[in-house]
């Protein structure tokens, strides 16, 4: 990877979602902007923030898709990326809101 270039592998929720009722929309449904997940697999030297692992959000209208060995991935900048997730810690007593 060069520069400030991201390779991600897409997330789930990049093809069909189904509603909280349990109907299946499809991916070419139109919904306005949505944002979605994918998992960083590479990242070029001048990458600051994400790193090898890490789960970042992005818009799928603004990326490069690339096949490698059968496998789509998203190529992106790193100001492309909107927000990075950190593991979610699952105390003993339950998950509070």
Known sequence: MLHDRILLEPGPESGERKSSAGIVIPATASMGRRLVWGKVV???PHVRQAGLG???LYDPAELAEVELEGQVYVLL??????AISEPAEVSSAGMYL
């Open 42 to 44: 590479a990242a070029g």
């Open 54 to 56: 890490d789960t970042v």
């Open 77 to 82: 900048r790193e100001r492309d990326v909107h």
